[in-house]
């Protein structure tokens, strides 16, 4: 069995080979990346471009001809976000007798325009068509069903994490990531991963962390994260990294990193301030790598974070809020709530459970 996948699915697919699954990418084209090439073993398409304004249909277009001349390799299409542009494999899949799944990633986003304009009504139908609806959180139930989805076709499957890849350090381990990481070794660390955009909040917790003194001198934040795709000049990156090079005694800032497990081994905190989530992956990650979070309380967010338990909840830009669980923190604390979040995603989301929860859905649809 074959399926189409997107980019954003890597450690999923190579769980999905295990299962006999073979997995290829098709994905929006990049005029700096090849057309066709293959990461991590898994063969890319990579067709049309965001440029223009006749875009979408010319991206359809451009999909449909691909479906056309593979559609024997390819049982079921499997789309990754539940956009507008991802949506019309619900019609492809009809047309050419294969079965479809798309997965809703944000709440209040990738349905947000449903139904709403002329475009709204072409997403609606698109999306009618679809076999089978993926939702990452329970609050991306009620939205689906509040859109008029029939509910049989709704599937709760949340993302999975690889708790072989992002795993706990010891203290000794944790000193010596630091120290080959450029980061203070004397005192607690706290990351924080994401896109640099407004979303994800990171704007806030910086502005914030430069207007006290860390929150306590023994903290040092870390921000991680590249320039958001909507910030094409980098204004809003150039005004966080301006603040960031004012307070350089208390905070650091990397672009994109490809060895992110090792800062997430070497914090000792995790923050999320973002507004809006689906599952965040981030919370994911660093929960399997034994390390508490403190996030703000948004959807998806609080599917996961049983505050003061596993991790700590805060409301979105609560700056008093926000700081009085940062003072509070202790050391005692901090490890056995690491433990707790470890053990959490070990039962509930490591990325092989869910990659049988996925095979058992894909063969159910095709005995339909």
């Keep these: 069995m074959r399926c189409a996948f997107n980019s954003l699915a890597v450690s999923l697919a190579k769980e999905l080979k295990a299962h006999r699954i073979d ?45 056309l001349r593979n559609r024997s390799k390819y049982d079921v299409f ?72 029939a509910g049989q076709k709704i599937r ?19 000193k010596r990531l630091k120290q080959r990481l450029n980061l203070p070794t004397d005192k607690r660390l706290l990351l924080t991963v994401g896109v640099i955009a407004p979303r994800k909040n990171i704007g806030w917790l910086i502005r914030k962390w430069g207007e006290t003194d860390g929150i306590g001198k023994q903290n040092f934040l870390l921000a991680v994260g590249p320039q958001s795709r909507n910030d094409p000049d980098g204004t809003y990156l150039g005004s966080i990294k301006a603040i960031v090079v004012k307070n350089r005694h208390k905070m650091q800032f990397l672009d994109y990193v490809e060895n992110i497990e090792d800062y997430y081994k070497a914090a000792d905190v995790f923050v999320l301030p973002s507004k809006n989530e689906g599952l965040p992956n981030v919370v994911l ?62 039962r509930n989301y490591s990325i092989r459970r869910i990659a049988t929860v996925y095979t058992d859905h894909y063969r159910q649809l095709l005995q339909m």
């Excluded at 997995?23 to 471009?49: A, C, M, P, W």
């Excluded at 949340?158 to 890849?165: A, K, L, Q």
């Excluded at 508490?292 to 809020?321: M, R, V, W």
Aim: aromatic content about 10%.
């Design 285 to 346: 990650e660093a929960m399997a790598s034994g390390i508490p979070c403190i996030a703000a309380k948004s959807k998806g967010t609080i599917d996961l974070i049983n505050h003061q338990d596993n991790g700590f909840l805060y409301e979105i830009d609560n700056d008093s809020g926000f700081a009085d669980i940062i003072s509070a923190l202790n050391e005692e604390q901090v490890k056995e709530m690491g433990k707790k979040a470890r053990m959490f995603v070990e």
């Design 156 to 174: 709760f499957t949340p993302n999975g994490v690889d708790s072989t890849r992002f795993i706990p350090a010891t203290e000794m381990e944790k």
């Design 78 to 149: 499997h789309a990754h976000g539940a956009h507008l542009l991802s949506s019309v494999v619900g019609l492809f899949s009809l047309l050419t007798g294969k079965k479809s799944i798309i997965k809703i990633t944000m709440s209040n986003d990738d349905l947000s325009g449903v139904k709403k304009s002329i475009k709204g009504m072409v997403h609606f139908l698109f999306l009618k068509m679809i076999h089978s609806y993926i939702a990452i959180s329970r609050d991306l139930i009620q939205e689906l069903l509040d859109c008029g989805f």
């Design 23 to 67: 997995v290829d990418f098709v994905t929006v084209g990049d005029s700096l990346l090849k057309g066709e090439d293959v990461y991590e073993g898994f063969q890319v398409h990579r067709i049309g471009n965001r440029n223009g304004r006749w875009f979408e249909i010319l991206f359809w277009l451009e999909l449909f001809l691909f479906i």
